[in-house]
């Protein structure tokens, strides 16, 4: 391929720095967003370290041909501190430092001692291999759609650019030494390093990508669910439940809703205050979540008040789970600041095969029949069905 080797690097740190000034806007704006940070400055180093090495001289002061392959292996390492931290991880700084190190001295010890620029240039080439390649591992992760898209596409971009590294080492290595020098033309050298420098372009890309569906998917979670409990809000409660509802007219099967509300509720706030009062009902959510099937659905209601549609339930189903809730969350102790808090709850209960699947009316129902169970002096469940 007939192009400059110089020119191309050039055109990698145009790139990377690029990158840089993409990453450092949006960690910027969307500073909720971990990981933004440390690819903004990683691509940064990965900029002015190949930008420099294009320009070197064997004048130049140690400390800056030192420094030079320093800095571009920390904005390597930074990439990879940038996907533990977008992943929620702790980053391990001190892997940045030693990628940096490790390149620094092998460049050094290899050039300037040895005088040997075959192994400084497949030495380097290895390494880069090995960070990118486990950049690609880390960000195999389990995500939904569209997140998993963009992890699939920046993990494809890594590996990539390993592959490339790890051509360009071989091709380094199998070469005659006197052939070897820092911008060594060579037949396949262009070609490794633009489509190295390609696939840095996808990880630019992938990784605003991968910031933009997590922003996206954090904005739908926070339009669906309830931020305390962490169950789905009123609102995507109904659009779900008439959905299920609409199935089961044309199915016919029962479907059933729960109406649960703490007993007293405002008697904890009042004693213990707002915060224990918001633990009480994180944890009835988190009891809620673990016994009930994958096809119900579960919202908090109101205030204190929760509500479950349950799939392919009767009534006489719906008061045994609901019965069994009722005496777990009796059994249950909330440890608050030293003390054990204690609350009861009171449920109600209508099916779809009495009442009909119109939402509204069956939620009425269950409502009513909560507010029986209330009168009968909480701590119990009641039945639409028994008041009819
Ligand atoms: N901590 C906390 N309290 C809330 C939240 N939402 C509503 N509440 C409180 O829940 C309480 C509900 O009180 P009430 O409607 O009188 O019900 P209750 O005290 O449980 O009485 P019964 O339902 O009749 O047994 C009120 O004090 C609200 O301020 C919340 O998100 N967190």
């Not at 977008?86 to 490790?102: D, S």
């Not at 486990?134 to 997140?147: D, W």
């Not at 998917?217 to 609102?235: I, K, V």
Request: glycine share 8%; proline share 2%.
């Amino acid at each position: 391929m007939n192009l400059d080797v110089r020119t191309i690097m050039l055109m990698w740190s145009g790139i990377n720095l690029l990158g840089a000034g993409m990453m450092a806007l949006i960690s910027f704006h969307a500073d909720n967003i971990k990981g933004a940070r440390q690819w903004a400055l990683g691509h940064c180093c990965m900029g002015i370290g190949i930008f420099t090495s294009t320009q070197m001289s064997p004048e130049w002061p140690v400390w800056i041909i030192a420094s030079v392959p320093f800095i571009t292996g920390c904005g390597f390492g930074l990439l990879f501190n940038g996907i533990e931290a977008f992943k929620g991880k702790t980053c391990h700084y001190w892997i940045t430092v030693w990628i940096g190190g490790q390149m620094m001295l092998q460049s050094l010890w290899l050039g300037m001692v040895h005088d040997n620029i075959r192994m400084v240039v497949a030495s380097n080439s290895l390494l880069v291999c090995v960070i990118f390649a486990a950049c690609a591992v880390s960000l195999r992760v389990k995500a939904t759609q569209p997140l998993k898209t963009a992890y699939r596409l920046a993990a494809a971009s890594f590996s990539f650019v390993a592959l490339m590294s790890l051509l360009r080492a071989i091709n380094i290595l199998l070469k005659p030494a006197e052939d070897i020098t820092l911008f060594a033309q060579g037949n396949v050298n262009p070609v490794f390093l633009v489509l190295g420098g390609l696939s840095q372009l996808c990880i630019s890309l992938s990784l605003v990508l991968l910031i933009t569906f997590r922003l996206v998917s954090d904005l739908r979670e926070q339009a669906t669910h309830d931020s305390l409990t962490g169950t789905l809000n009123r609102r995507s409660f109904e659009d779900e439940s008439r959905r299920l509802l609409a199935r089961a007219t044309r199915t016919g099967d029962a479907m059933s809703i729960i109406m649960i509300d703490v007993d007293f509720f405002k008697h904890v706030n009042d004693k213990h205050g707002h915060q224990a009062g918001d633990e009480v009902l994180r944890r009835l959510a988190a009891l809620l979540q673990t016994v009930i099937r994958s096809e119900d659905c579960l919202a908090r209601y109101g205030g204190e008040e929760f509500c479950i549609l349950l799939a392919g339930t009767n009534e006489q189903g719906a008061a045994l789970l609901a019965e069994r809730v009722r005496l777990l969350y009796a059994d249950l102790r909330v440890a608050w600041k030293g003390e054990s808090l204690q609350c009861t709850l009171s449920a109600g209960v209508a099916d779809s095969l009495l009442v009909g699947t119109d939402l509204a009316t069956l939620v009425d129902a269950a409502d009513q029949a909560l507010y029986r169970a209330k009168n009968a002096g909480r701590n119990c469940i009641a039945l639409h069905s028994d008041s009819v």
